[in-house]
């Protein structure tokens, strides 16, 4: 089991960057896929970026490619995404998640395939 705290989100205007932090706690944190999802209000909670267990391959939704970047330390037991040119619509609270990585076949982008979460940290853009 692992424990998820998310950090680093605030208020920016449009154009600038954020970089969020995600902590975990508990065993074997180099055997989760670990994800970023964000919920606009009144939307659905979407898949933003995944990185594998080991942290080689990673995955990002099309409209984020380019802009956002995660990374992992499974020394330090932590997930990043570093969020540059930021829009307005990228306001959203965003997610940690993770998951128990069984095979190679590792991405995974719906909510549901998720079985641990963060509490989320809000991030607001402004125009």
């Known amino acids: 089991q692992v424990q998820l705290v998310e950090s680093g989100g605030g208020l920016v205007q449009a154009g600038n960057s954020l970089r969020l932090l995600c902590e975990a706690s508990g065993r074997a944190f180099s055997t989760y896929t670990l994800g970023w999802f964000r919920q606009a209000p009144g939307k659905e909670r979407e898949f933003v970026a995944g990185?594998?267990?080991?942290?080689?391959?990673?995955d990002y939704e099309d409209s984020m490619k380019g802009r956002f970047t995660i990374s992992r330390d499974n020394g330090k037991n932590t997930v990043d995404l570093q969020m540059n040119s930021l829009k307005p619509e990228d306001t959203a609270v965003y997610y940690c998640?993770?998951?128990?990585?069984?095979?190679?076949?590792?991405?995974?982008?719906?909510?549901?395939?998720?079985?641990?979460w963060g509490q989320g940290t809000q991030v607001t853009v402004s125009s």
């Open positions: 998640a993770a998951r128990r990585q069984t095979s190679t076949l590792w991405r995974r982008t719906l909510p549901k395939d998720y079985a641990y």
């Open positions: 990185i594998s267990a080991r942290g080689g391959k990673t």
